[in-house]
């Protein structure tokens, strides 16, 4: 077991690159009430660098989606009578997964049968890179002992809450009083790499570890975990591509240390600015690019 202390960060961009170089990211988020949270992946996502971003949500928030970030792709599907992603929706959203090189699902999702169903379906995509936060985590916690039918390369990111109703979900698993021992045993027991949020974020993939430094209280606000979430799936998509013979599980973790590294000094550039009784999400984003361009120092 070994606590990584040095972060790996993005490498300068080849001139002649385009966009398929940096990655295609597909975020299957939203609902009615909770567009928002798939308009912050989305935009976190674009602004972390992903070359191609699109949002699959349920057609009646469709419009409020789209016409919130040009930059990003936006895809109606079918919905059930709460305005939530159903059923039929999920052979589309298979095969639009299968052309991505990362898929992040949960971002004010909701919970029903259905999506239960979907998020089955996609944890058992062979070797797909999926992140799974928010509804994505409380549907998961609803399949009993989900590690032992996962193929996909799954990386979690739950709240003291959702870890907890995660690990209720695994069968003789004792959760744990110490976070760190927590994040590390849960990933290991099920292969999922595990991102424990909260102060002192931890980054755990298997016996190796990172506890994260940045951010402020500032950023305990809604949306924050969304934000997270897009800067994840949209680091590890780079990080995939430009080193394809690496470990596909080393690179996702040391993708996830730099997202949540990176998230983290967004806020603290934004609270130095702004306060933190103020700060937003929103703000988190805005403040992206002075925290990507420090580190590329």
């Known amino acids: 077991m070994g606590q990584i202390d040095e972060l790996i960060f993005l490498s300068p961009r080849d001139n002649q690159a ?3 170089n940096f990655g295609r990211v597909l975020i299957i988020a939203g609902s009615v009430g909770m567009s928002g949270a798939a308009i912050l992946c989305g935009k976190a996502a674009i602004r972390s660098g992903a070359g191609l971003v699109e949002i699959i949500c349920p057609e009646s928030v469709w419009e409020i989606v789209a016409a919130s970030e040009p930059c990003c792709m ?3 599907v079918a ?3 709460n305005g939530r992603i159903s059923e ?3 052979e589309f959203i298979l095969e639009r997964a299968q052309n991505a090189d990362v898929v992040a699902a949960g971002c004010g999702m909701g919970t029903s049968e259905q999506l239960r169903e979907l998020v089955c379906r996609l944890i058992t995509l062979e070797s797909l890179p999926l992140v799974l936060d928010a509804d994505g985590l409380n549907n ?3 399949i009993k002992d989900w590690h032992q039918m996962l ?3 799954l990386i979690i990111t739950p709240h003291p809450g959702e870890m907890r109703r995660l690990c209720e979900s695994i069968s003789s698993f004792e959760t744990l009083p110490d976070r760190e021992d927590l994040a590390i045993e849960f990933s290991s027991a099920t292969g999922a790499l595990t991102v424990l949020k909260g102060a002192g974020t931890i980054v755990a993939c298997g016996e190796d570890f990172y506890i994260n430094d940045t951010g402020n209280a500032g950023m305990a606000t809604a949306g924050s975990g969304d934000v997270l979430t897009g800067i994840i799936a949209a680091t590890l998509a780079q990080a995939l591509l430009a080193e394809p013979q690496a470990s596909a599980q080393q690179t996702a973790f040391e ?3 730099m997202a949540v590294y990176i998230h983290g000094l967004a ?3 934004a609270s130095d600015k702004l306060g933190e009784i103020s700060l937003t999400a929103s703000d988190i984003i805005a403040h992206l690019p002075e925290a990507f361009k420090s580190c590329s120092k």
């Open 18 to 20: 385009y966009k398929n």
């Open 74 to 76: 936006c895809s109606p």
């Open 79 to 81: 919905e059930d009578d």
């Open 88 to 90: 039929e929706a999920i």
């Open 140 to 142: 998961l916690s609803h």
């Open 151 to 153: 193929t996909a390369d």
């Open 255 to 257: 993708a996830a240390a």
């Open 267 to 269: 806020g603290d550039i």
